[in-house]
Every structure is written in structure tokens, then in C-alpha cells.
């Protein structure tokens, strides 16, 4: 689909997956993206770093991708955001795509995996590991995603016993991942998901333990 740059956040996760195109890159804003390009000598069995300046590095924003994916706290994007630029402006990275774990180099998917794993979510162990797998992974971690009649804020809100949705299944992802049981991720605040809130708010110092996801619990799930 054609994505207007009016709805797109930084952080924002951009992907393609089709017989076309396979790609990933991640929105910094005015209009550019960070993404993986193309090694020296092409996909495969490329010299560490970048040897053309381009491998990894800022384009301007191309308006036909699949899918939007967004995480809801915009300072984990933002975090995401600046590692991704800090990468790009750093020649020692590459692009190849069977030396791909950062160490140095990175192609399109393994590079978005990192920045948001650096920020502590657990991408990899929820699927994560190309471009045609990483939709569900991401949205599994808590990514919401957006398209040009989704343009809302996704930012943090107040989830409270009773609620049904997206933000729900984030918290309950999220809570699982931290060890505490939900009885599932279905988006439905429910008893089980209050009984592992109250846990996890507990055993992090986070008070009241009046069953509200606010702020300061977001904070702790995510980091």
C-alpha cells in the first residue's frame, strides 16, 4: 500500500514482504528512513563495513510498503530511532546477509531486529528472524500496527480491569515475557491478567496495587 508520511512516527517499523520486495527500514522522521541496503559486492560474501557508503544508511522515504508496525512507547522508539542513525553514520558496519549479527555487519532485517532489542524487547525469542517473519514476531512483542485509517496516537495509555484490545494484549505480552502468567494473550483484562499485574507491580515496588497499567508500570514492562 501507498503509506502517507503524515501518519508515520520515528521508531516506525516499515516492511514489505511479497514477490517484489522483500525490505525493512525504520522511520527518524522528515520524511527519511534508516534501512540495509546492498553490500559491494551484493547480498553475499561482502568485506566488513561499509565499503560504499550506503550500505546502511539514510534515504528518503518510499511510499509503497506492506505494513506499519508501531511500538506504543514513543521512548522506546525514539531510542530505537537514534541507534539505528548512530549505526548508519558508522562505517565499520556492512551489509551481508550470512555475517548479519551486527558483529559487524547487519542486512535489512537483522539491523531493525537489533535497534529494538537493544532497547530490551525480546524480539528473537518471539519469532523474529526475517523480513517474512517479522510482523507477527514484532506484534507478539507489542508493536501496534498503523495504515492510513489508523493515524491515531498509539502512545501510553491507562489500562484498567475490564478492558478489551490491543493495549491489553501488549501488557499481557509483556508481563508474560517478564515470567508472570496471564493465562494468555487474548486482549482481555480479565482476573488471571489482574492476579499477574498485581504480582509483577509488587515485586517491582510499583504502587497502588489498584490493577491500573499506567505509566510507571508500562516503564517496567518494557525496560
Given at each position: 500500500?501507498?503509506?502517507?508520511?503524515?501518519?508515520?512516527?520515528?521508531?516506525?517499523?516499515?516492511?514489505?514482504?511479497?514477490?517484489?520486495?522483500?525490505?525493512?527500514?525504520?522511520?527518524?522522521?522528515?520524511?527519511?528512513?534508516?534501512?540495509?541496503?546492498?553490500?559491494?559486492?551484493?547480498?553475499?560474501?561482502?568485506?566488513?563495513?561499509?565499503?560504499?557508503?550506503?550500505?546502511?544508511?539514510?534515504?528518503?522515504?518510499?511510499?509503497?510498503?506492506d505494513?506499519?508496525l508501531?511500538?506504543?512507547?514513543?521512548?522506546?522508539?525514539?531510542?530505537?530511532?537514534?541507534?539505528?542513525?548512530?549505526?548508519a553514520?558508522?562505517?565499520?558496519?556492512?551489509?551481508?546477509?550470512?555475517?548479519?549479527?551486527g558483529?559487524?555487519?547487519?542486512?535489512?532485517?537483522?539491523?531493525?531486529?537489533?535497534v529494538?532489542?537493544?532497547?530490551?524487547?525480546l524480539?528473537?525469542r518471539?519469532?523474529?528472524?526475517?523480513?517474512?517473519?517479522?510482523?507477527?514476531a514484532?506484534?507478539?512483542?507489542g508493536?501496534?500496527?498503523?495504515?492510513?485509517?489508523?493515524?491515531?496516537?498509539?502512545?501510553?495509555?491507562?489500562v484498567?480491569?475490564g478492558?478489551?484490545?490491543?493495549?491489553?494484549?501488549?501488557?499481557?505480552?509483556?508481563?508474560?515475557?517478564?515470567?508472570?502468567s496471564?493465562?494468555?494473550?487474548?486482549?482481555?483484562?480479565?482476573?488471571?491478567?489482574?492476579?499477574?499485574?498485581?504480582?509483577?507491580?509488587?515485586?517491582?515496588?510499583?504502587?497502588?496495587?489498584?490493577?491500573?497499567?499506567?505509566?510507571?508500570?508500562?516503564?517496567?514492562?518494557?525496560l
Amino acid at each position: 500500500m501507498k503509506i502517507k508520511q503524515s501518519i508515520l512516527k520515528r521508531g516506525d517499523v516499515l516492511l514489505s514482504h511479497n514477490d517484489k520486495k522483500q525490505h525493512t527500514a525504520i522511520y527518524i522522521g522528515d520524511g527519511m528512513v534508516v534501512h540495509a541496503s546492498i553490500g559491494e559486492k551484493g547480498t553475499k560474501g561482502n568485506k566488513a563495513g561499509d565499503q560504499t557508503g550506503k550500505e546502511i544508511c539514510v534515504a528518503k522515504l518510499s511510499e509503497e510498503w506492506d505494513f506499519v508496525l508501531r511500538f506504543p512507547d514513543s521512548r522506546i522508539a525514539t531510542a530505537a530511532t537514534i541507534l539505528a542513525c548512530d549505526i548508519a553514520s558508522d562505517d565499520s558496519h556492512g551489509y551481508d546477509q550470512v555475517n548479519r549479527n551486527g558483529k559487524p555487519d547487519f542486512d535489512c532485517s537483522s539491523l531493525i531486529i537489533f535497534v529494538y532489542e537493544k532497547q530490551g524487547l525480546l524480539l528473537k525469542r518471539n519469532g523474529a528472524t526475517f523480513t517474512g517473519n517479522m510482523r507477527d514476531a514484532f506484534k507478539r512483542c507489542g508493536f501496534i500496527e498503523v495504515s492510513d485509517k489508523i493515524s491515531c496516537s498509539v502512545d501510553l495509555i491507562e489500562v484498567y480491569p475490564g478492558d478489551k484490545g490491543n493495549a491489553v494484549k501488549s501488557m499481557q505480552l509483556l508481563l508474560t515475557n517478564k515470567g508472570y502468567s496471564c493465562g494468555g494473550i487474548d486482549g482481555d483484562y480479565g482476573s488471571k491478567t489482574r492476579k499477574a499485574l498485581d504480582s509483577f507491580q509488587k515485586t517491582n515496588g510499583l504502587t497502588p496495587y489498584d490493577g491500573v497499567c499506567g505509566r510507571g508500570t508500562w516503564r517496567a514492562l518494557i525496560l
